[in-house]
Nanobody, 115 residues
Framework: QGQFVESGGGLVQPGGSLRLSCAASGFTFSNYAMAWFRQAPRKERELVASITTTGGGANYLGSVEGRFTISRDNAKNTLFLHMNSLKPEDTAMYFC????????WGQGTQVTVSS
């Protein structure tokens, strides 16, 4: 199964931007659709955005549509999430994984949106 190392989170003011990265290993990255998930305190983990194997298609959670963009670099086995116009309700731990497999979760990267 795969391993995932997420990075790029931090504290940002409302309206700000962040770019998250996920370094994947242990599997053939280009063969799998990928996704970003998030989990806020006392809430279920939810799928935020997913992307096809080639990066030609993506789907988003309704609340992030138009603000977040998922992308991937298959040559570098890396997944990205560009987040703009951040809101306090985006505060959560963010994780990447293969949505069809949901292998062991990485440590995630914390995103905190607060003034």
């Amino acid at each position: 199964q795969g391993q995932f190392v997420e990075s790029g989170g931090g504290l940002v003011q409302p309206g700000g931007s962040l770019r998250l990265s996920c370094a994947a290993s242990g599997f053939t990255f280009s063969n799998y659709a990928m996704a970003w998930f998030r989990q806020a305190p006392r809430k279920e983990r939810e799928l935020v955005a997913s992307i096809t194997t080639t990066g030609g298609g993506a789907n988003y959670l309704g609340s992030v549509e138009g603000r977040f963009t998922i992308s991937r670099d298959n040559a570098k086995n890396t997944l990205f999430l560009h987040m703009n116009s951040l809101k306090p309700e985006d505060t959560a731990m963010y994780f990447c994984n293969v949505p069809s497999q949901r292998w062991t979760w990485g440590q995630g990267t914390q995103v905190t949106v607060s003034s």
